[in-house]
């Protein structure tokens, strides 16, 4: 045992006491010094405040996270370690988590998205995979208004910051979504999904086992960036006076980052590594204490072997700086040296910091003295809060509106200027501005790329195919966050069976305001409770995720914005799957589902009658399920000619994607798929459970017998002819999808 | 046999490898401070990618990369050598290719697909295609936009040293249209050789486009005209026996 670190000095009298700038609570504080049975050293409390910081520690969620199902045949590792691990079959695995980036984005978007995208592919490299696709799901203020300056200032700064950093760190962009809402103004949502994929038998874990084993810090020097980033950025709200939060943001480096992803991959290849864990938010801190716990031993670290950035940097900051690129490794004595040569061949600096001990103790030392000595676990199991709940009052009020009597008819002349109108919003706009910034082909994986129903990758060495889409209405949370969160994993599981693909596993991101706020926290949980009854009727199960509390500016919350993320497994990738474009003229158009009168939500009452009220979309869970049988089951044969999602924008919507993907428009007749609905409510309605599919007009019969096996739906809509999509000529169309930020 | 040498950052390495092998050919990754090339190497394949983080000047860092030292020598004796995007970037600070990469036109970075159209079969990038073929290829870059000083490019010119250059998908070409030239080349030029033929560079990722699966196979025969320049390929004298290859331990 080491003797105690001197406690923190008294603060001086014009300052709140230490504890209270570092974010932690007075009773936060009372529960360290019961557990230390004294008071904090100073870098103990700067430990504890960032690892039991909301989004290190999960403080808030975890009483309710439980609740989301975890468990399915295919899983190897659910959530609780970096990442999902998932069985693909043929000794293969899928590794695969996301993570928000959200407020260091909103401070300095270029770094927060750079580092946002370095810190996801080291949570899946952690767990011994190769990270091969990432997706990102971004939210912005409305790009038009008196805002739009600042809002495309951050859209073009996110989208260039995930361009630069993944391009060069050598993992390719497949994909993802971009949606623009008010509530997103003063507070942008960057979650960035990754999937990596390795064999079963090369899975690392993050217990530091075996006393007298070697832990080492790999890869980029330690520096001030990013210190407090998780308790100062990512856990609390935003005010006004942000810009001095800068210094705050890590600085990415993906050059580094590529190298130390390789020396990483040899090393598990050579089997020279017993824990691995990265470091992100908390820092060493975080890496240490967690290895440590996993193990249920103790660690021992040096921080004058650490290389640092700049010489006078003090216990506490090198152990909770954020600076990116770099990985704790524990590896056994006798593979010390072999170590060191897969590091020096990879140039990538090595330090050796410390060793795991016996007992339960991290203990750090600087310059010949303790600073601190603390039980591990009691720094990585934080703590946990039960949070009252309570009914948003603004649910009254929304759901006493009534959308049909709200919004204006459309009249039949109307129709064409209605659906321009519609197709100019930039929810709707093609992305690909943004998307052609990104490497969406290296490893040579890559079946069907960005700005589609979902990405499909190939698995090379087999046959499979694993297809990946994000999707996550805010909008619908706002009426309805138990539904808005089920809609969410219905669309990306939809989306993933357009293309054949089996929904194999969900990974979430949960952004939210403050959860201090009972309003936002009853929230929270229904949307957990949303996401749990999805997957539960879809059978796939929660392999992993994050949480993104206080998304707020001056007290204004985001719209609840669970961004969900589905894999899809396709057992057999015999040929490139079918194109979301109409192909030729006379071919017959089908709706797949029902259409209801779901307006209130819609992107035509948002965008062209600035309008939400009512309820969110309709959602069948049940019907859910079969059409994604039927979607598969459609896939495996050669009928549909195009196959695509309904979602924003309704049918017309779809139909508009459809013919200016094949250059071919569309006849149809609104009263053929919606009889008993209004003709904006046809065209607009988001019901969920939809897709818009075409067939050569001899096939049409043996498309019907299909939708009968399934028990889904399905609705002559019209033909594939002409140049034009409900008087809308293709040319005015795209136009009105063209879009540069 | 390729060897295809592994500058810190590049990440097209693993790509290059399976599309040569996909045309019946073999690459072997070769580290960046190896003074040598494998003994067997007949053509070197320089991949895309991110060398030294490109954090100066693409390619400038890496110039300076012992292994470059092995394949200029390579080079001299008629040995091809072939630059892939940041390997063209590289070809061109090392002085085996004339002409600069600077930043796109447009000032961002594009991953899309292009159209190219050969202009001379006489190299080993083109020797295997038709004069007038239009191949569609994907590019991805942020620095692909080629510049030289118009003496530099009418000598290129006169000497047939101009591959290949961006055009419409019926083989047109206007330096000026951006929906063709997408990065804004001089002459919308999107491969040069050196004067022999035997130094190719080209901004466009062959290796992205071998495989129907994949959506396009326009770059077979590129790779094709790599792996025939080098079948034929016989003055190695310069070649030391003490290679020093990575071997397959870089593969996955």
Redesign the interface.
């Known amino acids: 045992m080491t003797d105690a670190p001197a406690p923190a000095p008294a603060s001086a009298d014009a300052q709140p006491p230490l504890h209270r700038r570092l974010g932690l609570t007075d009773g936060e504080l009372g529960e360290i010094e019961k557990i230390l049975e004294r008071a904090p050293a100073p870098a103990e409390l700067g430990m504890y405040s960032v690892m039991w910081s909301e989004h290190c520690s999960y403080k808030s969620s975890r009483a309710h996270l439980g609740r989301l199902p975890s468990e399915g045949e295919h899983v190897i590792l659910g959530p609780g370690e970096n990442a999902g691990v998932v069985d693909i079959g043929d000794g293969l695995a899928v590794v695969l988590r996301i993570e928000s980036h959200n407020h260091p984005s909103f401070v300095e978007p270029y770094q927060g998205a750079a580092t946002g995208v370095g810190g996801i592919i080291r949570d899946i490299l952690t767990m011994g995979a190769?990270p091969i696709a990432s997706f990102d799901s971004l939210r912005f203020g409305r790009p038009q208004g008196p805002d739009a300056r600042k809002q495309r200032w951050l859209a073009r700064g996110v989208v260039?910051g995930i361009?630069?950093y993944g391009?060069?760190?050598?993992v390719p962009t497949l994909g993802g979504e971009i949606f623009f809402d008010d509530c997103y103004s003063g507070n942008p949502l960057v979650n960035v999904m990754c999937l990596g994929i390795m064999p079963v038998e090369q899975l690392q874990l993050s217990a530091a086992e075996g006393v007298g084993n070697l832990v080492f810090l790999l890869g980029a020097a330690t520096g001030r960036d990013g210190i407090g980033g998780v308790s100062v950025l990512a856990s609390a709200g935003f005010t006004e006076a942000d810009e001095e939060k800068r210094p705050n943001v890590q600085v990415g480096?993906?050059?580094a980052e590529?190298?130390v992803i390789e020396a990483c991959?040899?090393l598990y290849a050579q089997g020279l590594t017993v824990a691995v864990q990265d470091l992100g938010g908390a820092g060493l801190s975080c890496a240490s204490s967690e290895t440590a716990a996993q193990a249920d031993l103790g660690m021992r670290i040096n921080l004058d072997t650490v290389i640092l950035r700049e010489a006078d940097m003090t216990p506490v900051e090198i152990f909770t700086s954020e600076s990116q690129e770099r990985m704790l490794v524990v590896t056994r004595p006798e593979d010390r040296d072999k170590v060191v040569e897969i590091c020096a061949?990879?140039?990538v600096p090595l330090m050796e910091v410390g060793e795991v001990t016996a007992g339960d103790r991290l203990v750090g030392f600087h310059q010949g003295t303790v600073v601190c000595d603390v039980p591990a676990a009691s720094l990585a199991d934080g703590i946990s809060y039960d949070r009252p709940l309570c009914r948003p009052a603004r649910l009254d009020e929304t759901e006493r509106m009534d959308p049909t009597a709200d919004l204006p008819p459309l009249a039949p002349q109307d129709t064409s200027e209605a659906l321009l109108a519609l197709m100019g919003s930039p929810n709707l706009a093609d992305a690909s501005w943004a998307?052609?910034?990104?490497?969406?082909?290296?490893?040579?994986n890559?079946?069907q790329g960005p700005g589609l129903d979902a990405a499909l990758l190939?698995v090379k060495g087999t046959e499979k195919g694993l297809a990946v889409s994000l999707d996550g209405v805010g909008r619908y949370g706002r009426l309805n966050p138990h539904r808005g969160a089920a809609l969410a994993v219905a669309e990306a599981c939809r989306n993933v069976a357009v293309l054949g693909a089996r929904p194999l596993a969900v990974v979430d991101c949960l952004n939210f305001g403050n959860p201090e706020n009972p309003e936002i926290m009853w929230e929270f949980s229904a949307s957990v409770d949303g996401i749990a009854e999805a997957c539960l009727a879809l059978d796939v199960p929660v392999v992993g995720g994050n949480v993104s509390f206080y998304n707020e500016t001056a007290g204004q919350s985001i719209d609840p914005t669970p961004i969900v993320g589905v894999v899809g497994l396709l057992d057999s990738?015999q040929?490139?799957p079918t194109g979301m474009g109409f192909v030729a003229s006379g071919d017959e158009i089908f709706v797949v589902g029902d259409t209801l009168p779901d307006l209130g939500a819609s992107e035509w009452a948002a965008h062209v009658h600035a309008y939400t009220g009512g309820d969110a979309p309709t959602l069948d869970l049940a019907h859910e399920a079969r059409l994604v049988d039927f979607l598969c089951a459609l896939a495996a044969t050669d009928l549909a000619r195009s196959v695509h999602d309904v979602s924003l924008g309704g049918v017309a919507a779809a139909l508009v994607q459809s013919a200016l993907a094949g250059d071919a428009g569309v006849e149809v007749d609104p009263a053929a798929w919606a009889p008993h609905l209004t003709l904006s409510a046809a065209l607009f309605s988001e019901t969920s459970g939809r897709a818009v599919l075409s067939v050569l007009p001899e096939q049409a019969a043996e498309l019907d017998a299909l939708a009968r096996v399934h028990a889904v739906p399905l609705h002559r809509v019209g033909t594939v002819t002409g140049g034009q999509v409900l008087g809308a000529s293709l040319t005015d169309l795209a136009a009105a999808v063209a879009c540069d930020l | 046999m390729i060897a295809v040498p592994v500058l810190?950052?590049v990440?097209?390495e693993?790509?290059t490898v399976?599309?040569l092998q996909e045309l019946g050919g073999a690459g072997v990754l070769v580290?960046h401070r190896a003074e040598a090339l494998p003994s067997g190497t007949q053509g070197v394949w320089i991949p895309g990618?991110?060398a030294?983080?490109?954090?100066l000047r693409a390619g400038a860092i890496a110039r300076f990369a012992p292994v470059m030292q092995a394949i200029s020598a390579a080079a001299g004796e008629g040995m091809p050598v072939l630059g892939v995007c940041n390997g063209f970037q590289v070809l061109c600070e090392a002085g085996l290719l004339e002409g600069a990469l600077t930043r796109n036109q447009g000032l961002?970075?594009?991953?899309?697909d292009v159209f190219l159209r050969v202009e001379t079969t006489a190299s080993a990038l083109t020797c295997c295609t038709e004069a007038g073929d239009v191949l569609r290829v994907?590019v991805?870059h942020?620095e692909g936009r080629f510049v030289a000083e118009k003496a530099t490019l009418d000598e290129l010119e006169a000497h047939g040293q101009v591959l290949l250059r961006y055009c419409s998908s019926d083989g047109e070409v206007d330096a000026e249209k951006e929906a063709w030239n997408p990065n804004g080349s001089d002459r919308a030029i999107a491969g040069v050789s050196n004067r022999a033929g035997n130094v190719v560079g080209l901004m466009p990722?062959p290796?992205?486009a071998v495989?129907?699966?994949?959506?396009a196979q326009d770059g077979r025969p590129l790779v094709r005209s790599l792996l025939e320049a080098a079948s034929v390929f016989v003055g190695a004298a310069l070649l030391l026996p003490a290679a020093q290859s990575e071997g397959s331990?870089l593969h996955?």
């Open positions: 190769r260039s361009s630069g391009n060069a760190v050598g480096d993906p050059f590529k190298r991959l040899e061949k990879w140039e998307w052609r910034q990104y490497d969406h082909q290296l490893f040579l890559t079946v190939r990738l040929k490139r | 810190p950052g990440n097209c693993h790509d399976w599309a580290h990618g991110f030294y983080g490109d954090y961002r970075f594009l991953c899309q994907p991805n942020g990722h290796e992205r495989e129907e699966i994949l959506g331990s996955d």
